[in-house]
C-alpha cells in the first residue's frame, strides 16, 4: 500500500512563500506521476499542477502558473510544491496525489479519477 504524506502547511501573510512537501512510502517514486490538488470551503476539489513520471514535465493551472513550481526528489521520495506570492485565494487544503498513469497535458493532471492514492492533506491559510 502506498501511503502519502502531506507537510509544510500554515498560516502565511499575502505575497508570501510557503514549500509543501509530499512524502511517498514507495520503493520507486520514479514509477509515479505525483498531483497536487486543493480544495477550499465550499468548492470542489481543484488541480494545481502536476509531475510527470518518467520526463519529469510539470504542468499548472492557469491561477498558479508563474508563482508555483512542482519538484520531486526520487532519492527522498518527496515531492515539493513551492508557492510564491501567495494569494488569499490560494488558502485551501493541499492534497497530493499518486498515480501509475503518464501525465502527458494538464488536462490529465486535473483528472482526480487517474490517481490511485492519495495524502490526508495539509492546510494552507493566506491572509491578507
Known amino acids: 500500500q502506498v501511503q502519502l504524506v502531506e507537510s509544510g502547511g500554515g498560516l502565511v501573510q499575502s505575497g508570501g512563500s510557503l514549500r509543501l512537501s509530499c512524502v511517498v512510502s514507495v520503493s520507486g517514486l520514479d514509477y509515479y506521476g505525483i498531483g497536487w490538488f486543493r480544495q477550499a470551503p465550499g468548492k470542489e476539489r481543484e488541480g494545481v499542477g502536476c509531475?510527470?513520471?518518467?520526463?519529469?514535465?510539470?504542468y499548472y493551472a492557469t491561477s498558479v502558473k508563474g508563482r508555483f513550481t512542482i519538484s520531486r526528489d526520487n532519492a527522498k521520495s518527496t515531492v515539493y510544491l513551492q508557492m510564491n506570492d501567495v494569494r488569499p485565494e490560494d488558502t485551501a487544503i493541499y492534497y497530493c496525489a499518486a498515480g501509475s498513469d503518464g501525465l502527458a497535458d494538464y488536462a490529465l493532471c486535473r483528472d482526480t479519477r487517474i490517481y490511485d492514492y492519495w495524502g490526508q492533506g495539509t492546510q494552507v491559510t493566506v491572509s491578507s
Open positions: 509531475i510527470n513520471k518518467s520526463d519529469e514535465k510539470t
